[in-house]
């Protein structure tokens, strides 16, 4: 990957890119009025642009830009603010004060609706194999104004970390966490125009008995998973599944 700025720059921007290529290891190259097409056709590698506001990756066999945005958060805590049913938040028992470490953070959707749910008193982590979408998604959660301080207070909670979820896993102390979450990429196919981008960027972690094993003794209370009403999963990992009806995605306990 290489990273360079938005076509029209400045020395801040210029600043951004070059402290971004440094923290992920990659080269930083100079706009030069080039199109990120070009880029991507000289270089042959993904381009992660530093713009203005935001970060936007260019994937040489991605059809659209990745960049961060809240996603279905924004309307999700809309509703929970009028004390309406979310079956996450059912699903994960999480309220005011709670800890709850997510996984497979990707756009960070379930982590925002998780963290206004917890609120100050509560902690929310997010675990990303990528570190690129990893440090999109953390600079994203820190800058983002949706114009509602509910919405903004529960992004800039959240705690992301860079990683795969068993290595961090193995990190944590027993029963420190009220509640570990897993939203892996559905093997069936669901069309949302939400993740397109994330779906060619994202690594794909093998499930494992182990991971599943470290997941029960660092959750408190319980292991959540969320998959497709496919997936094999839920009885392959024994999870409690949560069927949902008009839902292409149930959830799946493991209560401990």
Request: glycine share 6%; net charge neutral.
């Amino acid at each position: 990957m290489i990273v360079t700025t938005a076509g029209r720059t400045n020395e801040v921007m210029k600043q951004q890119a070059k402290d971004a290529a440094y923290l992920l290891g990659c080269k930083y190259v100079d706009r030069n009025k080039k199109t990120v097409r070009s880029l991507l056709s000289f270089y042959k590698e993904d381009v992660l642009v530093a713009g203005k506001e935001r970060y936007e990756l260019f994937a040489v066999n991605g059809e659209e830009p990745f960049f961060f945005h809240p996603s279905s958060a924004m309307f999700r805590v809309k509703r929970l603010q009028k004390k309406e049913y979310d079956p996450f938040i059912e699903a994960c028992n999480l309220s005011a004060g709670k800890s709850f470490l997510d996984c497979t953070l990707g756009l960070a959707s379930d982590s925002i609706v998780a963290s206004y749910a917890v609120g100050d008193s509560g902690t929310v982590e997010g675990l990303e194999a990528s570190p690129v979408i990893a440090f999109i998604v953390k600079k994203g959660l820190s800058s983002w104004q949706a114009d509602e301080e509910d919405i903004d207070r529960a992004m800039r909670r959240i705690k992301v970390t860079a990683g795969h979820a068993l290595d961090e896993l193995k990190k944590r102390q027993d029963d420190s966490v009220d509640c570990i979450y897993f939203d892996p990429m559905f093997e069936e196919q669901i069309d949302s125009d939400g993740i397109k981008p994330l779906k060619s960027l994202a690594v794909y972690e093998e499930w494992t008995s182990a991971m599943i094993k470290e997941a029960r003794r660092v959750a408190k209370e319980r292991v959540v998973l969320k998959d497709h009403y496919k997936s094999s999963r839920f009885e392959d990992f024994n999870f409690k599944r949560i069927d949902r009806k008009t839902a292409k995605f149930h959830y799946g306990i493991i209560e401990l």
